[in-house]
């Protein structure tokens, strides 16, 4: 009977745990060939950065009256990969969930790696990135304050809390790592930098009831953040009257969607990474089937979300609502909106199946379409409610130019290319959590006994 077991039979003892995830910083041919990859795509996007500051923003495809586009809808998506990193590490540590130890130090970095990623949008949407400092609250020479009206300046909050707050979680839990490189290099550079990074960490019991209480406090400090900084993003388009906006469900439709999209790009990234560095005896196939429940949970609310806005549409007996999502389906956007609704409802109700979800196969796959579907759902959010609002005369629409397609080409390659530079150089997995759960080998006495 499979379950989501968090022991590792196959792993024998702790110098096998030492041994396995240190092998996994030596530089190999498919990792240089997926780091060129990667640069070559964030180049792609550098410059188209590059021409539209020469040319301005109207070279991003927008026309009234839609003025968000692929920024808006790119910056949402990533904040959303961002948030199954901080569930995994901080709720379900809260929770004790065992079959979060493998897997979420590769989400922790994904988290930050996403939020920086995220960050990116905001300033590039303003349109003169060299002015972004005007959007932070401090004494400046104009004696103006930002206008906190602004969504933008939210995104600016937003961002920043989960970005600092992240990034000292990750920190904290490599520390113990971090001394274990430091005892086993042997390159006096970096053993010297792992040194500094270790803060002179001893693993004595005193500095480990330290660590866990500064652990379980950054946890019970994040776990508010996974529901705090999507429903802020979300208000970005609650907050205003706009058909398909305005509505109360948002920040938690926002949060489940985000946990949804996030486990799919832990998918995305832990699957390959178990292959490559064969690590299949460390991410199991429990471990899968557990985290595949989490996406079949948070599928299903995400659907019911979006039943729930089309009954509220037809409910409120707005006719604007209502043409708007007649308007979504069977109009303009038909296309986006059945491919949103194929991706993030239909294909994850196939993880009913157990074979399924103990099929890494079909999770890769299956991560791939829901990282499409949710990057389409928010395209459904953004684009057909400005391009269909009260007025007709007001309606219009919006094609992406080449500029916005270079952009979300290069935020991928932009955030594979910190992912790919942090494999090689920190520990992918926890070492010391993954010791915790590694049945210890006991030696035989001259008895015959156990010691």
């Not at 308007?327 to 949103?340: D, L, P, S």
């Not at 007001?394 to 290319?417: A, E, H, K, N, R």
Request: glycine share 6%; aromatic share 20%; with cysteine.
């Amino acid at each position: 009977m499979a379950s989501a077991d968090v022991q590792l039979p196959a792993v024998r003892d702790y110098e096998q745990v030492d041994r396995d995830i240190i092998a996994t910083l030596g530089f190999t041919k498919k990792w240089f060939i997926g780091l060129a990859v990667a640069i070559v795509a964030m180049l792609c996007g550098a410059s188209a950065w590059i021409y539209q500051i020469y040319w301005g923003l109207g070279q991003a495809g927008y026309e009234p009256p839609v003025m968000w586009g692929n920024y808006i809808i790119t910056f949402v998506f990533w904040v959303g990969i961002g948030h199954a990193g901080t569930l995994i590490s901080a709720i379900l540590y809260l929770f004790r969930a065992g079959f979060r130890t493998s897997i979420y130090r590769a989400a922790e970095a994904m988290t930050v790696f996403a939020v920086m990623t995220a960050g990116l949008f905001p300033i590039i949407h303003i349109g003169r990135p060299w002015k972004f400092f005007w959007l932070i609250p401090y004494p400046n020479w104009r004696l103006l304050w930002p206008n906190f009206k602004s969504p933008l300046v939210w995104d600016v909050f937003a961002i920043s809390t989960y970005l600092t707050i992240s990034t000292t979680f990750l920190f904290i839990g490599l520390i113990p790592d971090f001394a274990v490189l430091r005892d086993k290099e042997t390159n006096p550079t970096r053993k010297r930098v792992y040194s500094i990074l270790s803060l002179g960490w001893r693993n004595s019991d005193r500095e480990w009831r330290h660590f866990a209480k500064a652990y379980l406090f950054l946890a019970a400090f994040s776990t508010p953040l996974v529901l705090s900084v999507h429903s802020v993003v979300s208000f970005d388009f609650a907050m205003a009257l706009t058909p398909g906006w305005h509505a109360s469900i948002f920040p938690p439709y926002f949060v489940a969607g985000a946990i949804f999209s996030g486990f799919a790009m832990v998918w995305t990234i832990a699957i390959p990474m178990r292959k490559w560095f064969k690590l299949e005896h460390y991410i199991t196939l429990n471990h899968l089937d557990a985290t595949a429940k989490v996406v079949l949970f948070t599928s299903m609310v995400v659907g019911c979300a979006y039943l729930i806005e089309f009954f509220i549409a037809w409910y409120s007996s707005v006719r604007a609502e209502q043409e708007f999502f007649y308007n979504r389906v069977f109009g303009q956007w038909w296309w986006a909106a059945w491919i949103m609704l194929l991706c993030n409802m239909s294909l994850p109700m196939s993880l009913w199946s157990q074979k399924l979800r103990r099929n890494p196969a079909w999770l890769f796959i299956l991560s791939i379409f829901i990282n499409i579907g949710m990057w389409f759902e928010r395209f459904v959010i953004v684009v057909p409610s400005l391009s269909h609002e009260f007025e007709p005369w007001q309606w219009g629409s919006y094609t992406p130019s080449w500029i916005d397609m270079s952009f979300l080409v290069g935020s991928f390659g932009w955030f594979f290319m910190w992912f790919l530079l942090f494999v090689k150089q920190m520990p992918v997995m926890a070492i010391m959590e993954l010791k915790e759960i590694v049945t210890p080998r006991f030696k035989s006495g001259h008895g015959g006994g156990h010691h």
